[in-house]
């Protein structure tokens, strides 16, 4: 019992002093950046029209032509067969990247009967690719 108020001072100081330092360094949890399909799954058997929802975590959406930190919007690759490496511009009037520069996080597609590659690539306000790191690709079969 000797030790119990001098050890809950001890700790208590040390959770106080932790939390001051972070706060006079403003110390923040990295944020996971992520561009994800909210829809549909990977492996996904898909009607010949069907809907696509994008996600992205640790950036914000915005439309294209605002040049912010942590900001840019979605595009489409469909059946591509070069990814688009961080820097690179990606590609206009193609039916085969699609930009929604609106911020739109959802579309409908439609792609003929047969397997299908769909790549989500996350990009700043210029189309310019954030890279691999904000890259998700998955596979659907329209039947």
Known sequence: MKFALPMFLLSASIGYAHTAMASYYDVKPLAVQRVYFIEPMDGAVVESEFKVGMGVQGMEVMPAG?????????????????QINAGETIPAGSDKHLHFGKGQTETKIKLAPGPHTLTLQFANG?????GEKMRSTIHVTVK
């Open 126 to 130: 210029a189309h310019v690719s954030y």
């Open 66 to 82: 605002t040049i912010a930190e942590n900001t840019g919007h979605h595009h489409l690759l469909i059946d591509a067969t070069q």
